[in-house]
């Protein structure tokens, strides 16, 4: 019994031992190992710190706005899938920003061509009233001087006590004289009216203009024996299809404009040249010539650089009409002190 009681204790105490050798042997053991395992927590820690750092300020960078951007694609294969799916949304918002930037760039200067636009329109709406206006006023005036002649001579004959025959045979020429010279105002405005709305009609013909300018010169120097009118024109006949009515007012308009604006002692050119089937007709006198700022306003209605010349100064309003009716150009060229040539282009086919 006293022999099995020690060999229990003998175990026990071996037992007690062993334990306590164990207890040491896995403290030495943590006090070993335990810095390992805390470096390599720290390594591991930065390993997955560093990388969701860069992420987390390449982030915030794209969200203020720097889509040109990009995150480091060498981070770690375990980030690389994410890396270039925000690198690949900073590609996009870049292209939607350069896109929004082009868009915002076109829309201005869309808007600022139509504003542009606008104002040349309110620009034009304004002139054309001023010059409605105007027109009104000239048209007042016109109307104004014969009527107040033809009311005048209808109460100078109608008070008079014992009128004869000849008294009412003056009055009523005047009257008459009067009234012709408002029909024919009458007929200009008319014409420029018609042109305004296309309405204006032609009845063109295939005609010889040389020929036309011939005659007309002939008519105009017997009118005006003291002047010489000079024609040059081409040696082979020139034809142009036109309207001979209106083609005769439109030379009209220019001969009259160039006898009233010159002295009587200075010829008149007139010269008649063809090229690429176009004709060109110049006009030219030696009078005082135009103004470079009133050579601008030479084809409106009622212009009249001289205030007491006759006309209703509306011949070369209506020429430009009739010269454009045709498809062709006129213009003006001026010096002061060495006279004017107005120049028309016509086509010498038909047009349309």
């Not at 054309?128 to 016109?142: G, T, Y």
């Not at 036309?212 to 009118?223: A, G, P, S, T, V």
Request: some cysteine.
């Amino acid at each position: 019994m006293s022999r099995q009681s020690r060999m229990v204790s003998a175990t026990n105490a071996r037992i007690e031992a062993l334990n306590s050798a164990i207890v040491w042997f896995s403290v030495i053991l943590c006090l070993l190992v335990g810095p390992f395992i805390v470096f390599g927590c720290v390594w591991l820690f930065n390993q997955l710190y560093q990388p969701l750092t860069v992420i987390q300020s390449g982030t915030q960078v794209i969200a203020s706005g720097n889509y040109n951007f990009r995150l480091p694609e060498n981070l770690d294969r375990e980030f690389d899938s994410l890396v270039q799916s925000l690198n690949q949304m900073a590609q996009q918002l870049a292209e939607h920003a350069q896109q929004q930037d082009t868009m915002r760039t076109q829309l201005q200067y869309e808007v600022d061509q139509r504003t542009s636009e606008l104002t040349e329109a309110n620009k034009q709406l304004t002139l054309l009233d001023a010059r409605r206006k105007q027109f009104i006023a000239d048209i007042s005036h016109e109307l104004r001087t014969p009527l107040t002649i033809i009311r005048g001579e209808a109460q100078v004959t109608l008070r008079q006590n014992n009128p004869v025959i000849d008294d009412y045979r003056g009055a009523l020429q005047t009257v008459l004289d009067q009234v012709v010279s408002l029909s024919l105002l009458v007929d200009d405005l008319l014409l420029l009216a018609r042109a305004e709305i296309n309405q204006l009609r032609l009845y063109p013909d295939t005609i010889r203009v040389d020929a036309l300018i011939e005659n007309q010169l002939d008519h105009w120097q017997r009118k005006f024996p003291q002047r010489e009118f000079q024609f040059t024109r081409p040696e082979a006949e020139t034809r142009i299809y036109a309207d001979e009515q209106r083609l005769q007012q439109i030379l009209t308009v220019l001969l009259d404009n160039a006898t009233r604006y010159s002295p009587a002692d200075t010829p008149v050119d007139v010269t008649l040249t063809e090229k690429d089937k176009w004709v060109e007709l110049r006009v030219r006198d030696y009078g005082e010539g135009i103004s470079p700022s009133d050579v601008q306003y030479i084809f409106e209605r009622f212009v009249r650089f001289r205030p007491r010349t006759e006309g209703s100064g509306l011949g070369l309003s209506i020429a430009r009409v009739l010269v454009e009716a045709h498809h062709g150009d006129i213009q003006v060229e001026s010096e002061l002190g060495r006279g004017s040539v107005f120049i028309v282009k016509l086509p010498q086919e038909a047009v349309g």
